[in-house]
């Protein structure tokens, strides 16, 4: 069964923009910490093709603890000032604290980016409550921050499938709508770049569940791993993971690189035959 995203906007797949409320963020390092640069990010992306805004406000990786408080007021400001000015842009807040999805969501959020997978139980349940979309995550058991070590699956792709859509239909017991769910591999988040390119090569059996899919590729370190490059180098691998994921079906990426994505959706739907070139005048003329 098949579960058409309320997220979807046209042909292409959904684009997810990034705006970090941190001052520590491992790609942009605080570009849009300041509440002007986020809220003036926000106006390009959208500009740029972006559907979903993705608002977060603790760094990923390991860091300065940012208590719950602190995290709501980095996102919940953003998400209302977002929400006032483009009233009609799905507002995604990344986090994976019930407390700070509440209040994001009262601000205008209308999805919440689990990226540690029901670390927080009461996070689904708020999902739930206020009828919001919830991303279904797979971390392998990862604590929130923390980096994997020596980890080990029998079959990654078999494992996230399993997690991914169990939490997927646990939302909907929950109260979450079916078409506001997406599942997501989690690249690098419990993972080698092993698994990571594992995930992208048989993308097509996660597509194959139903739900639709959320890749979160930009600019991480298995692709950095992948091809040698450093964090602000990966563009170019990311554009093509992204290619290749598309292809597959994939139904959203979360991007650093919104124009760039756009151009690589666009190119590979005219491929398949999924929608026209934007401007043909060649031999036409």
Same mark, same amino acid.
């Given at each position: %069964? *098949?579960f ?11 684009? %997810? ?7 520590? *963020? ?16 926000? +106006? ?23 208590s +719950? ?10 998400? @209302? ?31 919440v ?18 009828r919001?979309?919830?991303?279904? *995550? ?21 494992d996230v499938?399993? $997690?991914t ?34 995930l ?14 959320? %890749?979160?590729? *930009? ?21 093509? @993971?992204?290619?290749? @994921? ?5 139904? +959203?990426?979360?991007?650093? $690189? ?8 666009? %190119? ?9 070139p ?8």
């Amino acid at each position: %069964m *098949s579960f058409p995203s309320a997220y979807a906007t046209g042909d292409l797949p959904v684009i %997810m923009a990034i705006i970090n409320r941190t001052p520590d *963020s491992f790609y942009d390092k605080g570009a849009t910490f300041e509440d002007t640069k986020a809220l003036e990010r926000v +106006a390009t992306v959208i500009e740029q093709g972006a559907g979903i805004i993705d608002i977060g406000g603790v760094k990923a990786g390991p860091g300065e603890f940012v208590s +719950a408080a602190e995290e709501i007021d980095r996102v919940v400001p953003t998400i @209302a000032a977002v929400h006032a000015r483009f009233p009609d842009v799905a507002i995604s807040v990344d986090t994976w604290r019930a407390d700070v999805a509440d209040e994001a969501i009262r601000a205008g959020a209308t999805l919440v980016n689990d990226t540690w997978a029901g670390h927080d139980p009461e996070l689904l349940e708020v999902a739930g409550h206020h009828r919001v979309g919830y991303v279904c *995550s797979h971390t392998g058991g990862v604590v929130p921050r923390t980096r994997p070590h020596r980890v080990h699956f029998d079959d990654v792709v078999a494992d996230v499938i399993r $997690e991914t859509t169990l939490l997927a239909e646990k939302a909907v017991r929950a109260g979450v709508p079916e078409d506001r769910i997406f599942i997501d591999p989690t690249h690098d988040f419990g993972k080698n770049t092993f698994h990571g390119l594992e995930l992208l090569r048989r993308i097509d059996e996660i597509v194959a569940t139903g739900w639709p899919v959320l %890749m979160a590729l *930009s600019n991480k370190d298995f692709i950095g791993e992948t091809v040698n490059r450093p964090v602000d180098q990966r563009v170019p691998g990311t554009l093509a @993971a992204t290619a290749w @994921a598309a292809a597959r079906g994939c139904a +959203a990426f979360r991007v650093h $690189e919104v124009a760039d994505t756009f151009d690589v959706l666009q %190119m590979t739907a005219a491929i398949k035959g999924d929608t026209a070139p934007l401007n043909t005048m060649r031999g036409l003329v």
